[in-house]
């Protein structure tokens, strides 16, 4: 099965489902855009629509889609408009891009329980759009926490954030 997420910079978003039982790939890339096979700096400039996402085939039988979308939403603010921590642009907005009815449905009844519990204060934006052309990222991106460990970014942002979510899992 395919799910596609955007909930900010893709690299934090890629090693949460790298590391999340049943999600047997994890692609990083673009979707939601205007422009063909659009490039990261494209992407980054606003002008193309694209959201960074990632896109994965996961197993059914070890992971539901609404398991999924409890991981994704823990795992950002879903109630920031274009924005997740010093990332800004409508490329960093959050996004479940559905590929069935039935995931359209799920995602709709899983906000409607988040907003009707009161999880956040503030109101959730995440938008629910149907899956359209998927563009992988270049090479580079692609696993990039575990093979840039060193980079300022993976150790101050990503590594707390996948270290909370590995707790969790405990």
Known sequence: MKATFG??????????????EGVNSVLPGYMGGKRKNPTYEQV???????VEVVHLDFDETKVSFE???????KTHDPTTLNRQGVDVGTQYRSVVFYHSEEQKEQTEKFIQGL???KVFDDPIVTAVEEASAFWP???YHINYFNRNPENPFCSAVIAPKLTKYLKTLK
């Open 115 to 117: 907003e009707a519990a």
């Open 44 to 50: 980054c400039s606003g002008a193309t629509g694209h």
């Open 7 to 20: 909930g900010g910079c893709f690299w934090c978003t890629e090693i949460i489902f790298l590391n999340t």
């Open 67 to 73: 398991d999924l979308l409890a991981v994704f939403f």
């Open 137 to 139: 990222a270049e090479d």
